[in-house]
Every structure is written in C-alpha cells, then in structure tokens.
C-alpha cells in the first residue's frame, strides 16, 4: 500500500509544479503584451495661458482642463496626446503646461490644445476655435481665450462643448447604431467655428452641411457628400443624411447630443469621444 501512495504523492507534486510553470508563463505573456502596449512616456511640454475676456470671480469647486490633440486625421476621434487638470482651477489667467511624448509629433501632424472651466461636470468656460501647436520644438506655446457658455436650457448640463466636439453617431429615431470596427470610419459629426459648417461621415462618405444655431435651436441645410458605394452602411448613411434635415433644436447633457425635430423628438443621439493614446 505504501508504494502506490508515493507514487500518486509524487505524482500530485509534478502536476503542481507542472501548473505553477503554465501559470507563470501566462503571467510573463501579459506582462510583456502590457509593456509592448504601453503608451510613451511624456518627454515634453507644451505651455502657455489661457485667459477670459473678461473679469471673473470663479466658484472655488471649479475645474479647469487643458488637452493636447492629435486631429492629423479627421475620421477619426482626436487622440489625446497630453492632459493638464487643475483642481481647482484657481482663477484665471491659467498657466498651461501639458507633458507629452514628443515621438508622436510627427511634421506632417496636426496638433491644438483645447480648454474648459467646469463646475460639477458642466462646462462654464471653453475655447471657441482651434488652437493650433508649432511644430518647432522651441515654440510650441500656445495663447487661449476661454469663452463662457451662456446659460441656456439646451446646453445647461453639456460636459463638453457644443463645437469641435467629434459626436459619433449612435442612434437614428431610437435604433441604436452599431460602433464601427477597430480602424473603420464610423458615422459622426463636427461643428466647426471658422465658418457655420459641419463635417463628418456617414461611415462611407465624408459630408459637408451648413449648420445655424442661435439659443436652443439649431438647423441644417443640404448635405453635400461624395458617392462611394458601402454596401455595409448604406441604409445608414442614407438615413443619418436625411433626418438631419428634420433637425430643428438640440439638447446637451453630459457627452451626450440629442437632435430634435419640430414636435421635440430625438430623431438623433450622439456621443462625445475622443481616442486615448496608445
């Protein structure tokens, strides 16, 4: 009897030590795919000011947040290279300084920083217009002007502003719309502020639209896009381009869009994104 107990006994140990191998290794694999995937280290920095236009006492819970962007590709959501956060902000004027890793500045990118004020999640104070960075490293400092947000009932709980935000779509009359793949161009939108006109994609063509907002209300006109053929997200874009000419009003809160028609009713839903670094 003693033998066969040995023999299962040592038979037990090689199966844990044999285990204790796989697990090991397992944990070796996820370390070194967490190293290869790890973003780079910030070398640089990009500074500056941001000012008001005019004289504000700010509450002492706000927040202000500067962010470095890559926007080289407008198809995509703006890759955030740098982030500075002051909490709490202090008052204004504020002095930027966003680290970043200067290997991803290439000299054919686009680069801009971006500033809000909050207070409690809603925006108070943003950059109105984009802001670009030089690309020589000697002079990459940037000059903001903070605009604040009047308080209107559309935009009363918005977390980023209204403009220059990339709103990817994600419903048409309450039907959800599927997230894109991983380096696909999903549908989305982008109010620009150097003229009234809004850009973006219906997951196969690229668009322009003219765009009116005043207060609470916002229209679109004729939307204007090249004519590839996607089978795949066709019945989309079809009916992104044509319901936003039922657009009549809009409403804000959080990272969230909504796009009303005459009677009030979201007839399009969208969400603020933006792609972190890698």
Not at 55 to 81: C, G, S, Y
Not at 182 to 202: F, M, W
Request: hydrophobic share 40%; glycine share 8%; with cysteine.
């Amino acid at each position: 009897m003693g033998v066969p107990v040995m023999g299962a006994m040592r038979t037990a140990v090689r199966v844990r030590r044999t285990m204790a191998r796989y697990v090991a290794a397992g944990l070796l694999c996820l370390w070194v795919a967490g190293c290869a995937t790890r973003p780079p280290e910030s070398d640089a920095v990009v500074t500056g000011v941001a000012l008001t236009r005019e004289r504000v006492i700010l509450p002492p819970e706000a927040v202000f947040e500067a962010t470095l962007l890559d926007v080289t590709n407008a198809d995509i959501p703006p890759v955030v290279l740098g982030r500075q956060r002051l909490e709490p902000a202090g008052q204004p004027p504020f002095a930027i300084h966003i680290p970043y890793p200067s290997v991803r500045f290439v000299p054919k990118g686009r680069y801009e920083v971006r500033a809000t004020v909050s207070l409690e999640g809603r925006v108070l104070w943003t950059t109105d217009m984009r802001n670009p960075v030089p690309h020589d490293a000697a002079y990459r400092r940037v000059s903001l002007q903070l605009l604040r947000l009047l308080p209107q009932q559309a935009r009363v709980e918005a977390g980023v502003p209204l403009a220059l935000t990339h709103w990817r779509l994600t419903e048409i009359d309450d039907e959800p719309v599927p997230r894109p793949a991983e380096g696909a161009v999903g549908p989305h939108l982008v109010l620009q502020t150097d003229e009234p006109r809004a850009t973006g994609s219906g997951g196969c063509n690229r668009f322009l639209v003219d765009y009116a907002v005043q207060g609470g209300r916002l229209r679109f006109g004729r939307v204007v896009s090249n004519i590839a053929l996607c089978l795949e997200s066709s019945g989309v874009e079809e009916r992104f381009f044509s319901t936003l000419a039922l657009v009549e009003s809009f409403r804000q809160q959080g990272l969230h869009l909504q796009l009303r028609d005459g009677d009030g009713k979201p007839v399009l839903r969208f969400e603020a994104t933006e792609t972190p670094l890698q």
